[in-house]
């Protein structure tokens, strides 16, 4: 079993999937995750499902983040979500932007491991990932 | 370090160090005695301003399919509007059509999808285009959108020479904040330019464009940047223009400004007061233009969504209002109140209505109108006013000598890497405390939970209009399509402005995803950085 490297880096490939070019949101969590001590690969907004996948598993990432405000992240999430079981790879997924709350539950349960919104803090943010990428590391998954 | 408990500094986000009393030694006699409708128009475009006529209520929303929205502006008219603004979906934004399938689920989403002609038949169906005129927020598919207007008022019998109406066609903010490119900035600009000949001999009551501050605020840049860059985008369109040969009386009256209020009501009214003055001093001494209208700078504003808060979203109704009053205190043209849901989604009708109310409660009851320039004079937002116009030519200068003018600091990512960087270090400031913003980092309840009643989203609108595109391809002439297309590459190998053969291959029924890709065949597309 690969144990988790306290020191390692944690990265994490950033994006923003669809049409919607608003790019605020994913260019501060870059920096605010820079300055958290991860490796942050941003590969640009207005990306198609399989490209940010495909660049994830080359850059073989811990966590895909994705930030989504045209309002189709059910659309979009059903899709990755379904590309994304079609590889072996399993990065913790994590998305924010403008979500309605009443859209958390169906995301999650489409797999998604945590949507995030404004009221969470960078630390917040950075923790739980952190958290989660070694539980799943040390868990061997 | 400085004593943190003696600190009272107050600078403002455009970096100007606020004195806490301003006096009469901070102005000079010459910038503020000037009178409203008079060069160079600090005090106002017109000389009665709000007195005799008030600001344009202006609110921005989109519905999900042609009908839809047809029935909506026959509404609106009804109810007295004259004007229509319209906002396109994504995949039109960036041109493709609803059928691909990376455009799919955002067909209808965030407005109209406009796939070929016939959608420009349906939304205007029965609306007199002599009368009412047309906006449309478009910008890197601006020729095309234009083209289909043009075919459809041809093919309708209305005279091009009497169309009004507006067109966004501000490509540059695209590279620098809103995301919907589609070509390198040599293409874009020339298309922007094609619109713009193309509106000054054939459609003179259309504006061309509308250069847009908006979103460049939105992404972190502050008052002065904004105006600094506004005004490099103006001169590298109008330089382009004149290129082609036009006069600037002929159509520097046509470019308008799409602007942004913020929250510091003092600095947004200082920075349309310097605004107006710098553009009218840049149009008749470095263009030599004659004609005053070409100097006024008009301008359109929207409030700063980014203002306004996801927690305790009903303050936003607060907000939105004080914001607007900066703006309507800085003498602008027309006005869009962000609505309070707006954090959440795109607004509900009840939203928008309080957003409408917002605008007149501020017309009917406040005494805004009564009289013009009424921060005119005043000690702090003259010299304010001054300062934001030395720092605007700081700024342009900067901006030209460090990276060679706007074009070649967008293309390199400048521009952009330092107003996403400055837009963080507000952030951080927000999230420490240091900025305080009511109900998110100060005077929070605890365990306060939100449940607004947000806009439904119809899951339908792609599978409708996939299916009514189809029917526009079986019933068309797939030779007449082809045929269009050849014309169009040969146009584009000739350098030609592309308008009046985009009209021609527009009444084929080619789709916009079809014309857009011959573009790109030989434009390609812009790499991001």
């Avoid at chain 1, 994830?56 to 079981?85: K, N, P």
């Avoid at chain 2, 004593?3 to 107050?10: A, G, I, P």
């Avoid at chain 2, 985009?502 to 011959?518: N, Q, R």
Wanted: proline share 3%.
């Amino acid at each position: 079993m690969k144990k988790s490297n306290p020191k390692a880096k944690i990265r994490i490939l950033l994006s923003k999937p669809g049409l919607d070019g608003h790019s605020v949101g994913i260019r501060v969590i870059a920096q605010a995750l820079r300055d958290q001590g991860f490796e942050v690969v941003f590969i640009g907004i207005r990306q198609k499902n399989q490209t940010i996948i495909n660049a994830a598993v080359q850059e073989s990432v811990d966590a895909i983040g994705m930030s989504m405000l045209s309002g189709a992240h059910i659309s979009l999430m059903q899709d990755f979500m379904t590309r994304l079981r079609k590889t072996e790879f399993r990065p913790l997924i994590v998305i924010g932007g403008v979500i309605p709350t009443g859209d958390h539950d169906r995301l999650l349960e489409l797999g998604v491991d945590a949507v995030f919104n404004t009221k969470d803090s960078f630390e917040d943010m950075a923790d739980f990932i952190r958290d989660r990428v070694k539980t799943n590391i040390d868990e061997g998954e | 370090m400085k004593n943190e408990k003696n600190d009272d500094t107050r600078i403002l986000e455009s970096g100007i160090e606020v004195r806490s009393l301003y006096t009469s030694e901070d102005i000079k006699p010459a910038d503020v005695n000037g009178t409203p409708g008079q060069y160079p128009y600090t005090r106002g475009i017109y000389s009665g301003m709000y007195r005799k006529r008030p600001w344009t209520i202006r609110q921005y929303a989109g519905v999900e399919c042609s009908d839809k929205a047809n029935d909506l502006f026959k509404s609106l008219i009804k109810q007295g509007n004259t004007g229509l603004s319209l906002a396109l979906d994504l995949p039109t934004q960036i041109g493709l059509d609803s059928d691909d399938e990376w455009a799919f689920p955002e067909v209808g989403g965030v407005g109209v999808p406009i796939d070929t002609l016939r959608d420009l038949e349906i939304l205007y169906d029965g609306i007199d285009l002599h009368k009412i005129s047309v906006s449309i927020t478009v910008n890197t598919s601006t020729t095309v959108i234009m083209a289909m207007l043009c075919a459809l008022a041809e093919k309708k019998g209305f005279d091009l020479q009497r169309l009004t109406g507006t067109l966004q066609n501000d490509v540059l903010k695209e590279y620098i904040s809103r995301g919907t490119w589609i070509f390198p900035l040599a293409p874009s600009m020339k298309l922007a330019a094609d619109v713009i000949e193309f509106c000054t001999r054939k459609v003179p009551n259309f504006n061309p464009i509308n250069i847009c501050g908006y979103h460049l605020r939105e992404a972190g840049a502050n008052a002065v940047q904004e105006i600094a860059y506004n005004i490099l985008s103006g001169k590298a369109y109008i330089d382009e223009s004149l290129k082609r040969g036009l006069n600037i009386d002929e159509f520097g009256h046509r470019i308008s400004f799409a602007s942004i209020a913020g929250m510091n009501i003092f600095e947004e009214a200082a920075k349309f007061r310097a605004a107006r003055r710098m553009w009218a001093k840049i149009m008749k001494e470095e263009y030599g233009a004659t004609k005053p209208q070409v100097m006024k700078a008009k301008f359109g504003v929207g409030v700063a969504a980014s203002a306004l808060t996801a927690e305790q979203p009903f303050n936003n109704l607060g907000r939105a209002a004080l914001m607007a009053l900066g703006a309507l205190l800085g003498g602008i043209q027309s006005l869009h109140v962000s609505t309070y849901d707006e954090a959440y989604s795109i607004p509900t009708e009840e939203a928008i209505t309080l957003a409408i109310r917002t605008q007149q409660v501020l017309l009917n009851e406040t005494g805004i109108t009564d009289t013009i320039d009424p921060l005119g004079g005043s000690f702090y937002v003259e010299a304010l006013t001054s300062d934001i116009e030395n720092r605007v030519y700081e700024e342009i200068e900067r901006i030209e000598t460090k990276y060679g003018g706007l074009l070649q600091s967008i293309s390199g990512g400048h521009i952009q890497n330092e107003i996403y960087g400055q837009r963080y270090e507000k952030e951080k400031e927000i999230r420490s405390g240091k900025k305080r913003i009511v109900g998110k980092n100060c005077f929070v309840q605890e365990g306060e939970e939100y449940l607004l009643e947000l806009k439904k989203w119809n899951d339908d609108a792609p599978r409708m209009q996939v299916a009514a595109l189809n029917k526009v391809k079986e019933e068309r002439s797939q030779k007449a399509v082809e045929e269009g297309l050849s014309q169009l590459r040969v146009s584009i190998e000739k350098g030609e402005n592309l308008m009046p053969t985009l009209i021609e291959v527009v009444k084929t029924y080619a789709t916009l995803g079809e014309i857009i890709g011959v573009m790109k065949e030989y434009y390609g597309e812009f790499e991001q950085v």
